[in-house]
T-cell receptor, first 116, second 116 residues
Framework: AQSVTQPDIHITVSEGASLELRCNYSYGATPYLFWYVQSPGQGLQLLLKYFSGDTLVQGIKGFEAEFKRSQSSFNLRKPSVHWSDAAEYFCAVGLNYGGSQGNLIFGKGTKLSVKP | KAGVTQTPRYLIKTRGQQVTLSCSPISGHRSVSWYQQTPGQGLQFLFEYFSETQRNKGNFPGRFSGRQFSNSRSEMNVSTLELGDSALYLC???????????????FGNGTRLTVT
């Protein structure tokens, strides 16, 4: 069965430090991959997406992610974290059932705390 | 362009009652998906509607149902509420379908349902 694993439940980084959030997926074909961010009391905002082509994708708010097929990974990175990045981050896999786009399977999320 | 609008933001219901949640997608989006978010299970796919037809369904009991109207607005209904139905219910819209192609999901801020 398809699945998404985010190994880190909670990460704390200092403001200005670099960040990497891990995501591994299990899926037979090349998936559509997404990172979403959720602030308290809010819905999910799309940070970036990967469908095909260049394996390094750029997103909003200075985030990037790299698709590594050999490792079934799609890790999210940011070179310098800002206090406003504190939120919960979700990795997701989009499945494609024939003509339908299917649904998203989400990881359990990684909560990011930022120290001043 | 207005985002995805979900009403109401908060609901408190009693076990055994039923509830209807509403979602207005981004203008021009034809697909509406519903997700349940709980601390224990995370984000789980309920169903997707496209052009008034249910296209995909997650693994939820028949008490959970939905529909989509000709203007793409969607409603979700939960009958015979149970304590375990307490959750944040998120609606997401996309141009053509959940996750695939160039039509990623755009989420609303959710409806927080509490069942007592």
């Amino acid at each position: 069965a398809q699945s998404v694993t985010q190994p880190d439940i909670h990460i704390t980084v200092s403001e200005g430090a670099s960040l990497e959030l891990r995501c591994n997926y299990s899926y037979g074909a090349t998936p559509y991959l997404f990172w979403y961010v959720q602030s308290p009391g809010q819905g999910l905002q799309l940070l970036l997406k990967y469908f095909s082509g260049d394996t390094l994708v750029q997103g909003i708010k200075g985030f990037e992610a790299e698709f590594k097929r050999s490792q079934s990974s799609f890790n999210l990175r940011k070179p310098s974290v800002h206090w406003s990045d504190a939120a919960e981050y979700f990795c997701a896999v989009g499945l494609n059932y024939g003509g339908s786009q299917g649904n998203l399977i989400f990881g359990k999320g990684t909560k990011l705390s930022v120290k001043p | 362009k207005a985002g995805v609008t979900q009403t109401p933001r908060y609901l408190i219901k009693t076990r055994g009652q039923q509830v209807t949640l509403s979602c207005s997608p981004i203008s021009g989006h034809r697909s509406v998906s519903w997700y349940q978010q709980t601390p224990g299970q995370g984000l789980q796919f309920l169903f997707e509607y496209f052009s008034e037809t249910q296209r995909n369904k997650g693994n939820f009991p028949g008490r959970f149902s939905g529909r989509q109207f000709s203007n793409s607005r969607s409603e979700m209904n939960v009958s015979t509420l149970e304590l375990g139905d307490s959750a944040l219910y998120l609606c997401a819209s996309s141009l053509m379908g959940t996750g695939g192609g160039n039509s990623p999901l755009h989420f609303g801020n959710g409806t927080r349902l509490t069942v007592t």
